[in-house]
């Protein structure tokens, strides 16, 4: 019996919404979808897909799944909006406690989400642990890539001070409320770790796995990720510094 026959019902209280934005990647959600169903057969999920208004089959491709993968929700924004929006969008209408992310292009691995999942919500877990990050261990991505990621990791690591060693994972399990606490803006996806610590979270990493992209074309470059990312540090060096903590709220 395959994956997809086994995925018949879907489920009314799930435990993790996988989102997962997608922006021109017709050739690669229904794989990806298949994979999700695989990594989660044991765990109560669901999986929303956001299409990001694609200019090719993406959407129509997401609507015929939707026969097949009965776990699966679509979304559609009606304007291109970007990758953070597209994580927001699928958080906002998730029905799970905890989320987890993924790139739509293929290159995290879903058989990594169940891992993270049991590190956020282990027994002897930090009462405010909210976020477990992937790390990816072996990247496979250009010399040029690798190179331009690490210096932008090291200077924003240096700067936020957030412990994150790849914040440009798109692997992350992290709580719904948490997330939705947290101050929104474009690229915010980049910023997660620095934005749960500043509300008071605890968070974690774990290394996982990275693959190669198989179809399609990425749709950030080295120059673009630097032109936004200085006056994205800059903002949230800001919002740190205006955050002030209670220490916890009691009702008397």
């Known amino acids: 019996m395959s994956n997809e026959q086994k995925d018949t019902t879907p489920v009314a209280d799930p435990l993790v919404s996988v989102v997962v934005p997608a922006f021109n990647e017709s050739e690669n959600v229904e794989n990806l979808a298949s994979e999700i169903a695989q990594a989660l057969v044991s765990v109560p999920y669901e999986m929303i897909f956001i299409d990001d208004a694609s200019t090719d089959e993406t959407k129509a491709v997401l609507a015929d799944m939707k026969s097949r993968f009965p776990h699966l ?8 909006s970007g990758q953070s929006r597209g994580v927001r969008s699928g958080v906002r209408a998730a029905r799970a406690p905890v989320i987890a992310t993924l790139d739509s292009d293929g290159q995290n ?10 590190q956020l919500t282990r027994k002897d877990a930090p009462e405010n642990l909210a976020m477990v990050g992937g790390r990816r261990a072996k990247r496979i991505d250009s010399a040029a890539k690798k190179v331009a990621s690490r210096f932008g990791n090291g200077v924003r690591k240096r700067l936020l001070n957030d412990n994150a060693d790849d914040t440009g994972c798109g692997l992350k399990v992290f709580r719904r409320e948490a997330f939705l606490e947290l101050p929104y803006f474009d690229h915010i996806h980049r910023y997660i770790p620095a934005l749960m610590l500043r509300e008071g979270y605890a968070i974690e990493f774990a290394d996982v796995n990275h693959r190669a992209r198989e179809f399609g074309e990425s749709k950030y470059t080295n120059f673009g990720r ?6 994205d540090l800059r903002g949230v060096i800001w919002l740190r510094r205006r955050m002030k903590l209670p220490g916890g709220v009691d009702e008397i």
Do not use: F, G, T
């Not at 691995?109 to 049991?118: T, V, W």
């Not at 630097?226 to 006056?231: G, P």
């Open 109 to 118: 691995d879903p058989a990594d989400i169940p891992a993270l999942y049991e």
């Open 226 to 231: 630097l032109k936004v990312s200085i006056a």
């Open 73 to 80: 929700r679509v979304l559609s924004h009606r304007q291109n």
